[in-house]
């Protein structure tokens, strides 16, 4: 099983929607949620990050955590096509002290006019 | 102030012959560390830095590959016998500190392609 997973998509949203990307993982003891947006053959990006349970805005993102189920969310509103890459979910584990990110897979969005 | 650099930004290279990799990080960052992206994947930790000491290793892939920083500040990562299983977007992140809620903020990436 994979320590971070996420579904790999696309996902296709039309304009002007919601998209919905969901993140679970594995370490019980986490403390630290990202989400970063990589374009295709760039370096990823820092969009968010959540550290409690509960809902997080900024802007049109926000992110969603909830610690019980292992599970931490991010909603795009109102898409637009520059927001058209993959959506990487990255966790800081208690199990390892030293701060490295384990990252999903990503989830590819697609925002179509 | 300036962001993570890392160069070369492309390198083409053939199996077998040894390359290096490198990595500034933004000033007054402590904490570095580097990853591995093959296509289509995710990123893949590799080996992380606090200071000049590697404290933790355990992402590297075999004894071909090995990195060193310097002064605290750049990073160099080194394969060695390249193989086409090698090729990859290699990525260094830097960080304030290496805990808790710091932000890691990545580099342009170096794109490693062995022939």
């Known amino acids: 099983q994979k320590e971070v997973e996420q579904n790999s998509g696309p996902l296709s949203v039309p304009e002007g929607a919601i998209a919905s990307l969901n993140c679970t993982y594995s370490?019980?003891?986490?403390?630290?949620f990202f989400w970063y947006r990589q374009y295709s053959g760039k370096s990823p990006e820092l969009i968010m990050s959540i550290y409690s349970n509960g809902d997080k805005e900024d802007g049109r993102f926000t992110a969603q955590l909830n610690k019980a189920s292992q599970y931490v969310s991010l909603l795009i509103r109102d898409s637009q096509p520059s927001d058209s890459a993959t959506y990487l979910c990255?966790?800081?584990?208690?199990?390892?002290?030293?701060?490295?990110?384990?990252f999903g897979a990503g989830t590819q969005v697609v925002v179509t006019p | 102030g300036a962001g993570v650099s890392q160069s070369p930004s492309n390198k083409v290279t053939e199996k077998g012959k040894d390359v290096e990799l490198r990595c500034d990080p933004i000033s007054g960052h402590t904490a570095l560390y580097w990853y591995r992206q093959s296509l289509g994947q995710g990123l893949e930790f590799l080996i992380y830095f606090q200071g000049n000491s590697a404290p933790d290793k355990s992402g590297l892939p075999s004894d071909r590959f090995s990195a060193e920083r310097t002064g605290g500040s750049v990073s160099t990562l080194t394969i060695q016998r390249t193989q086409q299983e090698d090729s990859a977007v290699y990525l260094c992140?830097?960080?304030?500190?290496?805990?808790?809620?710091?932000?890691?903020?990545f580099g342009p990436g170096t794109r490693l392609l062995v022939l």
């Open positions: 370490d019980r003891g986490s403390q630290s």
């Open positions: 992140a830097s960080s304030f500190r290496p805990r808790g809620k710091e932000t890691q903020y």
């Open positions: 990255a966790v800081k584990g208690v199990t390892d002290s030293w701060g490295k990110l384990q």
